[in-house]
Nanobody
Framework: VQLVESGGGLVQPGESLRLSCAAS????????VGWYRQGPGKQRELVAA???????NYADSVKGRFTASTDNAKNTAYLQMNNLKPEDTAVYYC?????????WGQGTQVTVSS
């Protein structure tokens, strides 16, 4: 099983990015999906969670700006990030889990700076 993330980069405040997490070796739809981030000198935190039924929950800091989704036909999860702020700068990780099964992507760097 492999999760490959992409879509990170350097953007200015107010701009948008869409992160992708492509799964191989498994079927994404059987898992719950989480998007985490770890900023410089900070602990890893959960920013978005998507249940197998499609219910989403977001950290207060990103609510209204970030949207998590999946495309089962592409076996890929997404995190759409709008109106990015400097405090969103972090390495972003996707995670999928089902019971005791737990997989992580390699992380993708997002830097928001003017």
């Amino acid at each position: 099983v492999q999760l490959v993330e992409s879509g990170g980069g350097l953007v200015q405040p107010g701009e948008s990015l869409r992160l992708s997490c492509a799964a191989s070796g498994t079927i994404l739809s059987i898992y719950a999906v989480g998007w985490y981030r770890q900023g410089p000198g900070k602990q890893r935190e959960l920013v978005a969670a998507l249940t197998r039924r499609g219910i989403t929950n977001y950290a207060d800091s990103v609510k209204g700006r970030f949207t998590a989704s999946t495309d089962n036909a592409k076996n890929t999860a997404y995190l759409q990030m709008n109106n990015l702020k400097p405090e969103d700068t972090a390495v972003y990780y996707c995670n999928v889990h089902f019971g005791t099964i737990d997989y992580w992507g390699q992380g993708t760097q997002v830097t928001v700076s003017s």
